[in-house]
Every structure is written in C-alpha cells, then in structure tokens.
C-alpha cells in the first residue's frame, strides 16, 4: 500500500508541476497580450512616399510648337526646336512616359495618348542612351483593357517600354507641400520612385468640369483611392497636380483636338484637326498656349490661374519666346 | 453536512440569478439597479473562449477579457467547473433537462445519458471557429520575421528546441517529423508574410459568437427574453422594446432548451464550442471524477443523471465530464470520487477525434473566411443599409471582435440598435446595425453607452467629446455613422404640395445638417377667377377648394398687379383673406387669381449631417421614410468619403 501510495504521490505532484506550468504559460500569454484601453480611432494612413522634381537642368522656360499633321514628325520637330532628346534624358536614364490611357477607347477617337506619339518618344529616349523607359497610367476604366485598346500597350511593347499597370502594391500616401486635397492620398508612386525622368505625354481635350483636359490634367491619372471627389473642386486639385509633379518634359498633342464631348469624346465629330503639338519643360504653359486650340482664354480655365500662383509655372507663355516649327 | 450536489445547485441558482441580474442592470439611469459600475460583461468576460477567440483575431486580449484567463488556470487544477457550475447556460439546460427525465425510469434515465458518437461535433464546431479567426494571430507571428528576421529565426530556433527537449522528456508525443514540420511552418509562414506583404492573403473573422454559450444566452436574454418579460411591467424600458432581427435568436433559444427535454443538456454535449475548450483544457486537470477501487457493482446508477454523458461507470470520458457531481451523489457504493488522480479503471482523456477531422475542421475555418470575403462585403460590395453605431471599428476589424452578444442592444437607451441578419453579409448576422423605424429616437447625439459597454471593442470606447467633436477632438470633427437623403420623390414638400420639415426641426446638429429652401407653388386647382368681392371675402369661380385647409398660415393668394395677400380661411367656393393694412389693391371681379403653398424644402449639407438617423425616425412618412441614412460618408471607413471635406 505504501507503495502504492508513494507513486500516487510522485503523481501528483507531477502532475501539479505541469497544472501550474500550464497555468502560468497561459497567465504569460493572456498578459503579455492584454490590451487595458482598446483601439483607437484609425490613425490616419501617413505620406511615406517622396516625389523628386524630375527637371532637367538648366532646361527651364523651354518651349517649342510644331505644326503639322503627321503627329512623328511633330514630335520629332517639337524634340528638335528644343535642343534634342539628350537635353533631357542621359545616357542610364530611366525613363518614366505618363501617359492618358483614360479609357478604353481606339486610338482614332483621340479620348487618349496616341499610340504612335508614345512609341516615338520611347524611341527618342532610347536614342537618347534611357537604360529604361516604362509607361504607367491608373485608367478610369478597367486599366489592362484601357492599354490593350487605346494600342497604347502594343505600343510601348514594340518600343521596348515596359507598362507599369497600377497594381495595389504600387501605391503609396503622399501629401502636396501646402496642398489641401491631397493629404496623405494614395498616388501610383512606384514607377516615379523608379523613374529618374518623367514625360507627359496627353492629347488636347474638352472637359466640361474643368473646361480642358491637358498635360497638367494628365496626372490625375497618377491619383488611386476614390479620386473622383476632387471633382468637387476640380480646379485646385489640378493646381496641386501641377505642384506635385515637376516633369521633366510634357508633350500636348494638338495634332487633333477634341474639341466637344470630353473627356470621353467617342465620335469623329468630336474632333478638330488643330496640327499643333506643344512641347515644353513649363507644364502651365504648354497648356496655356494649348487653351488656344480649344478656342478657350487662359482666364476661362481657372486651373491655369491657381498652378501659375502655386509656382508650378507661367501663364504668359509668350515671354518663354516659344519656337514655332512646321513639321 | 450539506450534500455536494445541493452546493452545486445553490452555486448554479446563485449564478444564474446574478447572470440575469446583470442582464437586467445593464440599463441606463442612475438607480442603484441601474448600470451604475455594476459588471454586466462578468459573465462575457469570464467565457474564455471570447477573450481566445479576440487573442486569435486581433493578437490582443481588451480589457475584462483578462478574467478568461482564471477560468482557464481554474480548468487546469480543477476540470470543467465552469460548465458544472458556474454557466447559466449550462444551469438553464440542466433545469430543463431534469424536468424532462423526472417521471422515466432509471433505466430509461441511463439510456439518455450514455455518450453519443456525435458528441464530437463541438469539437470540429471549436476547431472550425477558431481556425476561422485564426489568421490575424498567424498574420501577426509570420510578420516576426519582417519585423526582425534574426530573432524571429532565433525564436523558431528556440521553439524547436524547446519542443525537442520536451519530446525527450515525454512531456509531449510528438514525433521528430511533426517537429521539422512546426519549424518549416513557422519559416515559410514568415518568408511568404515578408514576401506577400502587400497582399493581406491571410484574413480572420471572429464567428465564435454565433454558438459561444455565454454570448448565445445573452443575445437571447437581450432580444428576445427581457422585452417580452418587461413588455408587461416596464421596468427596464418605459416603453415595449422591438428587436428587428431576434426572431431567429429567440427560436434556436427556445429550440435548445425544449431539446433539453429530450436530451440532458442537448447543447453543451453537442454544440458548445466553450465547452470543447474546456474539454481539451480538462484532461491536465489535477482533480478529476473517477473511481478509487475497482469493486464495481456495474450497477451504472451513477449514468442515471450523468449531465456529460462520459460514462463513469466505465473508462470515464474526462473531456465530456462537466463536474456535475451526480455520479458521487448517485453511487450506493462510494466508489465515484473527485480525485488527485484518474480513475483506477482508466480513463479516457481525449475526445473522440481522428486526425482527419481535426484537419478538415481548421482547413474548412480558414477557407471559410476568404469564400465569404470573395463576396466583396468588405471591398465594394459593401452594404450602404449597413450603419453601425458610432465607435464600431472599420468593417474588418469589426468582425475580428464582435461576438454578437447584443450588449450594446440591450443598453442602448433608444432602442436604434438591432441584429442585422443575412442582409448586411454573412458574417454579419446579429452584429450591431442601427434601425431608425424602431426605437424611440435615432442614435442618440451626446450618447456613448454602446460603445462603453462592448466587452471586445468591436465598437471601441469612446468619449462624448469624442463622438460630438469637441475640445481635445474639435480638429477630427464629429463622428459620421452615415448620411441622410432626402427621398424627393416621398417627402411631402417636394412631392406632395404640404409643408412639413418635420426633419430639419428634429436635426441635432448645430448648425442644423438640414436646411430649406423656400418655393411657393401653384395648388391643385389653384387658378380660380374673382365672382364677388365683400371686403375681404372673395367668392371664386372654379374648381371646389380644399374647405377650411388654406388658412394654415401657408397659402397666399396672388394676382396681377398685386402682391401676395395671405389667406385667412376658405370654403370650397370662398376665399377670406388676411386683412393688412397696409394692402391698398383689392383683385377686381373677374380677375384671374393663383392660390399657392409656400412649401419649405429640406435639403441636405453633406458637411454638417452625421447620420444620426432622427430625421429618418421622425420623418412623418412613416414606411419607406422620405428622408433616410446610408452608410456614406462615415467616419469609420476614411476611404468611403463622399465629399473633399
């Protein structure tokens, strides 16, 4: 019995050895994980990213018109009046082209960048020595649809560009300095992380909110989250835009204009021949002289005022002594 | 000496009373029944597997849900007490259970209580529901290895080694295989977290609410027993309370405790998943039932009130054992005891559970959650009818805590609080949502209860200053459950000639979230023509006028060269205007006339309204209301804004 008794007795305490320890592993986690205060309210989601100015140097102020209509050599003789393509992009560059695939549209209803004027310039910065050059856009509509039918994806395939589609992972909360729509906003910032140059490149087009849609308008493409809202002050979100990105080079192809029904046009009526295309480093006034194709004052298009008092650049595109060309 | 079982029974009643007790207090005022510091989360609180089941899907443990905690470490010395005396579920089914067994036969009294193959049940539902919430806790580990690969290496390294050590002291039986297997779990886990970071594949929803027994009888008592109960005396509520949503809840109430008329505690053997909790936890229990000598008269009375069906009279089923006692109080022998030791016939400790169920109940958990996200409920597709009280966290983090208890339905002092059902999603059913046709006001503008009371901070405590927008919260604004619109196609102004604003009066709002803009506008057969004029009586021809209606103080009559003179009463052929005197014009005979409403429309400011829903409650269109609130525009999801500010 004694025995007996003993081994119940080892037993148990055995046993009491890992009742305890059991115990005090669970009190150890139910402690270490003990939350006294609850959540709070969802801390706002913070600017990490950082958006570098992509000037070239000493290309300030620079401005060239082409007029013709074949869009190549428009670009070509617009590149030309501005002292080449190596002005702007050195041999290793990457080479960002921020493009208007907006919608998926074909190319001949002009509602997005032309495909022919995105792989000339891809060339143009090959040519030019760019390592890289990428094409990047966050469309309206569905964003693989919108590069596949605007041709804008073939291409830059053709090229040698690679797309850079707006993938979830490619954004990031950015906040403009002074700026009061975006504030710790979701922007495509990724390809511009990546990039060392950045070009606009964006078609003239009517747009019944904010009068014109041209190379400043061209970044909204660069906003993700429920951007649509800035509708609501539509003017000033595009100041900012204008404040967030300093381009290297924007490209506004006038070599059609569409001129009613924007942005989304969908009709050959829609369009003008205007044979102009606008090439600069001073993104408000590429867009104040392109306001002249769509028969529209400087005055009329509110956001031309708000980004020229931003900084982002000047209205008076005469005193930037711009060249004209014919192409 | 009092008898073992009639302390059990007395600690059963005492709890259950104190459980009702509690459900009773959590009413606001400042009585002393009222809730004035009184713990009516205690018995939440104490459920160990709502503070598990928060731990797994937020890698936190709020607050009260600490005294989860004892409940387990008192599992570990002493075996399922919790189920056996303490739960007032568990009380509630023995009750009935004994009423159902009281006119049968022994024998038949054994028959009922034996154990049933499906007893194992609660151990998939357990499985299926923590697996289902697991991901967050899995999420947050693997992220060890972003956060500091080193030491999260070092951490697998030293869990590897301390299994090992374990597995050689035959402390655990594992094998060398599944211990290579932990470690590659833990590594890959964390190596994909790292590399997938952008992508949240790992998604948890806390669904142990749904069948959790504490949270179970709660909802039932909130919902469905209280108001039915007080219906009558009034003493929690002035006024009836309604529920929308608690029929569903109120029928598997009363289906569980008839069941029980049947099957001894039908619930607790089958479906409680706290239960399983315990029943895993309990066989490490230092004292446990068993037999002290093996001189057994087979004589199985000790099965006749057995509440576990775990068969003491044999190899006892320690896991189903819910201390119930019955068996030392049934045993003319004195065999059956409460021992430092297990049974000297053996026992069984583990439940009745293969290796192939225990996988496919965690996989089914955690392929649950992605299958019902894949709806879109939480990405695009979410419900705009879906408005939850102010302080509810953002949707995804709402699921990983709300355990459905009802708490905040039951204090809110406005009734606008109910059980959504499938509507809202899935996972959403009998989570907190706001509807402003019951209830006597909308949400409450300067009230905080619901959020101060939820045991898991699925709706998170927050202040009245908080939730107005005030001092140390005057930059962040008031807090926005939605939005109103104004239906114009219902509203009586826009579409139905009457003046009203009913909803612009009752907005809480300083400066009001509802303004007017005021029209005047022609009636129904409001052209008339001058017949006679005495003074101020004008007798028209026409169509019959609306008798006695146009001396509200709203209707003007106007004519060319006049101004609008407002009409003092009518009959269906007269017109008596107000008398001014500083009218000079009088209409002559034969004059055209128009009769108008001045109608004043309510409009909406997007910047101001917060959704608090006493428009909608007050709107006199009282089905579909003219003015109603959609999640637009709240606070808690930044992302869903309408408007720039």
């Known amino acids: 019995m004694s025995d007996a008794n003993a081994t119940d007795r080892r037993g148990f305490i055995l046993n009491l050895w890992r009742s305890v320890f059991a115990a005090a592993g669970i009190s150890a986690v139910g402690f270490s994980l003990w939350d006294r205060k609850g959540p709070v309210a969802a801390k706002r989601q913070t600017s990490k990213l950082q958006i570098a100015s992509f000037a070239a140097t000493g290309q300030n102020g620079k401005l060239a018109v082409a007029r013709g209509s074949d869009r190549i050599r428009n670009i070509e003789a617009a590149i030309d009046a501005l002292g080449g393509m190596a002005q702007f992009v050195q041999p290793g560059d990457k080479v960002l082209l921020k493009v208007n695939a907006a919608f998926a549209t074909p190319p001949v209803l002009g509602a997005t960048t032309h495909p022919d004027l995105v792989a000339r310039t891809a060339a143009l910065c090959f040519a030019a020595g760019a390592a890289q050059v990428a094409v990047t856009d966050n469309p309206i509509n569905d964003p693989a649809s919108c590069f596949e039918l605007t041709g804008i994806g073939p291409a830059a395939r053709k090229a040698g560009a690679r797309l850079m589609l707006p993938r979830p992972d490619r954004f990031a909360f950015y906040s403009v300095k002074n700026g009061q729509l975006i504030r710790n906003w979701p922007v495509l910032g990724a390809p511009l992380v990546w990039a060392d140059k950045v070009i606009g490149l964006a078609p003239v087009k009517d747009h019944h909110r904010s009068g014109a849609s041209m190379t400043m308008k061209n970044w909204y493409g660069l906003l993700g989250g429920r951007r649509n809202i800035f509708h609501q002050q539509i003017h000033t979100i595009i100041a900012e835009l204008a404040v967030m990105i300093r381009p290297t080079l924007v490209v506004l192809d006038g070599t059609w204009s569409m001129i009613a029904n924007g942005p989304t046009g969908g009709a050959m009526d829609d369009l003008k021949a205007t044979h102009t295309l606008i090439a600069g480093t001073d993104q408000v006034a590429v867009d104040s002289l392109g306001a002249t194709l769509l028969g529209k004052s400087v005055k009329a298009l509110v956001h031309l005022d708000l980004a020229e008092r931003a900084g982002a650049g000047t209205t008076d595109y005469r005193s930037l002594n711009p060249v004209v060309v014919d192409a | ?645």
């Open chain 2, 1 to 645: 000496m009092v008898k073992i079982i009639t302390t059990r029974r007395v600690t059963q009643i005492f709890f259950f009373l104190l459980f009702i007790w509690f459900c009773i207090v959590a009413t606001l005022g400042q009585s002393w029944w009222q809730l004035r510091g009184w713990p009516v989360n205690w018995f939440l609180q104490l459920d160990p597997l709502v503070g598990l089941g928060v731990i797994l899907a937020t890698h936190t443990l709020y607050a009260g849900l600490l005294w989860g905690v004892a409940t387990l470490v008192l599992t570990l010395f002493l075996g399922r007490f919790f189920c056996g005396w303490v739960c007032p579920m568990g009380a509630l089914q023995q009750f009935v259970g004994y009423l159902g067994m009281r006119s049968l036969e022994s024998r038949q009294r054994i028959e009922r209580c034996q154990p049933h193959p499906a007893q194992r049940a609660k151990y998939w539902l357990l499985l299926f529901l923590l697996a289902a919430a697991a991901a967050d806790l899995l999420a947050w580990l693997f992220g060890g290895f972003s956060r500091n690969p080193l030491g999260y290496l070092i951490a697998v390294a030293g869990l590897f080694i301390l299994l090992r050590v374990m597995q050689s002291r035959q402390l655990i039986r594992f094998t060398k295989v599944t211990l290579l297997w932990i470690a590659a779990f833990f590594i890959l886990g964390g190596v994909w977290q790292w590399w997938f970071a952008q992508y949240h594949w790992l998604s948890a929803a806390l669904q142990t609410g749904l069948l959790d027994p504490l949270p179970f009888i709660h909802r039932a008592v909130n919902l469905v027993l209280l108001p039915v109960m007080d219906g009558t005396v009034h003493v929690t509520s002035a006024i009836p309370r309604f529920y929308a949503g608690s029929g569903l809840v109120g029928l598997l109430f009363l289906s569980v405790i008839l069941l029980c008329l049947r099957i001894p505690r039908f619930y607790c053997r089958f479906v409680c998943p706290l239960g399983a909790l315990l029943g895993l936890l309990s066989r490490w229990a230092l004292w446990r039932i068993g037999k002290a000598e093996d001189r057994c008269r087979e004589c199985r009375q000790c099965e006749a009130h057995c509440e576990g069906a775990c068969a003491p009279s044999q190899r006892i089923r320690i896991s189903e054992c819910v201390l119930c006692l019955n068996c030392m109080d049934q045993c003319r022998h004195g065999l059956m005891g409460y021992y430092p030791h297990p049974s000297v016939v053996g026992e069984i400790t583990e439940p009745d559970l293969n290796r192939r169920q225990v996988i496919s109940a965690v996989v089914a958990g955690f392929a649950a959650v992605p299958i019902l996200r894949v709806q879109g409920g939480l990405a695009d597709g979410w419900k705009p009818q879906l408005i939850r009280p102010p302080g509810a966290l953002g949707e995804k983090d709402f699921l990983s805590r709300c355990i459905k208890c009802g708490q905040c339905m039951r204090i809110c002092p406005t009734n606008v609080i109910h059980a959504a059902d499938w509507r809202c999603g899935m996972e959403g059913l009998w989570t907190p949502v706001l509807n402003f046709r019951i209830g006597t006001s909308g949400c409450q503008h300067n009230c905080v209860a619901c959020s101060q009371i939820c045991p898991t901070a699925a709706l998170r405590p927050i202040t009245v200053d908080e939730r107005m927008g005030r001092n140390a919260f005057a930059d962040s604004g008031p807090l926005r459950t939605g939005m109103a619109f104004v239906d114009r196609g219902r509203c009586l102004p826009w579409a139905m000639d009457t003046p009203c604003i009913v909803c612009q009066e009752n907005c809480p709002v300083s400066p009001k979230a509802i303004f007017t803009r005021t029209e005047f506008r022609t009636i129904r057969n409001g052209s008339v023509k001058v017949g006679r004029i005495e003074a101020n009586r004008i007798t028209i021809e026409g169509p019959d006028l609306p008798s006695g209606r146009l001396g509200s103080g709203d209707y003007f009559v106007s004519w060319e060269g006049g101004r609008a003179v407002p009409v003092q009463s009518n009959t269906a052929d007269t017109l008596i205007l107000r008398t001014d005197p500083y009218i000079q014009t009088q209409p002559e005979i034969g004059t055209d006339l128009l009769i108008a409403v001045r109608l004043q429309q309510p409009y909406i400011d997007p910047v101001r309204c917060i959704g608090c829903g006493v428009c909608e409650h007050e709107c006199p269109v009282r089905g579909q209301r003219a003015v109603r609130i959609t999640a637009e525009n709240e606070t808690r999801h930044p992302q869903r804004r309408m408007i720039i500010r």
